[in-house]
């Protein structure tokens, strides 16, 4: 996984986002997040609140979003909580961007199940459209980052684009999607392989009904 790095405070920095404040829409939708939790427990909505101020902040910039300092102390103002807390949170996830980010947040998994599926190929086809590991494009299109597993073993290799997930993909699958999405096409979300359209066996159907006669060794299909 890349490096993460944490954007420095600035005086540039809080005079762009020390005003920081919900939107009349967020301003309900967070006293919403709040009310879901019991008296005294309000703290424990840091998660989905830092994430509804990182979609305010991607909703200015016309990116995924991220978290100035300065918004993170917000958070922790509305939450009465330390501000080390909230930047304790969005430090360790990596759902959470404490640096600027490009319009397109590219996750690539390179966990084993990705890795043997392929992953090397498409973080291949990345580099060859310019994009480079912790780093955004010059045109600020795209920011590409090496993740742990997402939960997508069963269609590896998968990558995560802002909040859509490609998967059962190739390096060619990987340069389409990226000149769709700089182009301002909505490329097709889910598996990329053709006839599947969850996570049911690339194949034929099986089921433990069927090997009740056959003690077949798949061994040879590893």
Known sequence: MADRFIE?????????????????ENAEKAKQIVARYPAGRQRSAVMPLLDLAQRQVGAELNTQGWLPIPVMEYIAKYLDMPVIRVVEVATFYTMYNI??????????????????????DILAACKGKGLKKGHTTADGMFTLTEVECM???ASAPMVQINDDNYEDLTAADMERILDELAAGKQPKTGTQLPGRYTVEPAGA????????DANHDYRGEW
């Open 99 to 120: 640096a600027p980010i490009g319009r397109f947040h590219v996750q690539v998994c390179g966990t084993t199940p990705c890795m043997l599926r392929g992953s090397d």
């Open 151 to 153: 939960g997508n073993c």
């Open 205 to 212: 159907l099986s089921n433990l009904t069927a090997m009740v």
């Open 8 to 24: 420095p405070d600035s005086p540039e920095l809080r005079a762009r986002w020390g005003g920081f404040e919900w939107t009349a």
